[in-house]
């Protein structure tokens, strides 16, 4: 089992940036493919990217594609999400999830969940 516990989120305004964090209890962290979601207001929960075991795959949405940069560090437990060029539309809690599976999935059918971090962009 693994615990996934994210950081980094905040207030930023359109345009801005942020880096968000997601660190992993255990020893095992290098075995699980890791992805982030997003659940805005009213709406359901949304795939935002994932990387695989190594960190030499990574998928993204189309609506994050070129803004957002997903990446791992195995040796720190550690899964990052870098925001740039950041839109209103970007508000929500950002939620890391981490699978067993080494296949990349954007279905929300991932072992393990974080509690999840506010992201709100405003001016």
């Known amino acids: 089992q693994v615990q996934l516990v994210e950081s980094g989120g905040g207030l930023v305004q359109p345009g801005g940036s942020l880096r968000l964090s997601c660190a992993a209890s255990g020893r095992t962290f290098s075995s699980y493919t890791m992805a982030w979601f997003r659940q805005a207001p009213g709406k359901e929960r949304e795939f935002v990217a994932a990387?695989?075991?190594?960190?030499?795959?990574?998928y993204y949405a189309d609506s994050v594609k070129g803004r957002f940069t997903i990446s791992r560090d195995n040796a720190k437990n550690t899964v990052y999400l870098q925001m740039a060029s950041l839109k209103p539309e970007d508000t929500a809690v950002y939620s890391c999830?981490?699978?067993?599976?080494?296949?990349?999935?954007?279905?929300?059918?991932?072992?393990?969940w974080g509690q999840g971090t506010q992201v709100t962009v405003s001016s």
């Open positions: 990387v695989s075991r190594g960190g030499s795959a990574t």
């Open positions: 999830a981490a699978d067993h599976s080494p296949v990349i999935t954007t279905k929300p059918s991932y072992d393990y």
